[in-house]
């Protein structure tokens, strides 16, 4: 039991460290946003069922995800070619706004 306290405790301070929450400005990310819009809409909720919903989404794994695009190791036409010219920060920037977005619970209701 000692053992599960201390592996909690750690896991708790690395989930809080500012490299965990991302380095990415939401602000910044927000304004860098406006191409990304067109399909995933003004909050990341998507424009239409068939565009994924990133509101919501962990920072880490929309930068990972926008890295892959952007590097080719993730291939999709549209976002191959936005994430081309995204830089670190932009990607981190982007992810953080969109990971400060509230997600859907119900994603029938997409909007």
């Not at 460290?17 to 998507?46: F, I, L, N, T």
């Not at 890295?67 to 081309?84: C, H, I, K, Q, W």
Request: charged share 25%.
């Amino acid at each position: 039991m000692r053992t599960s306290l201390k592996w909690a405790a750690t896991l708790a301070i690395v989930a809080m460290s500012p490299a965990a929450m991302g380095a990415g400005d939401p602000a910044a990310g927000k304004e860098k946003s406006v191409p990304c819009q067109a399909c995933h809409g003004e909050d990341g909720r998507g424009i239409d069922p068939t565009y994924p919903v990133i509101a919501g989404q962990h920072a880490d794994y929309l930068e990972k995800s926008l890295t892959d695009y952007r590097e080719g190791r993730r291939v999709n036409p549209l976002m191959s070619g936005f994430a081309a010219n995204l830089t670190d920060q932009d990607i981190e920037d982007l992810a953080a706004w969109y990971a400060s977005r509230e997600g859907l619970t119900d994603l029938s209701h997409a909007e």
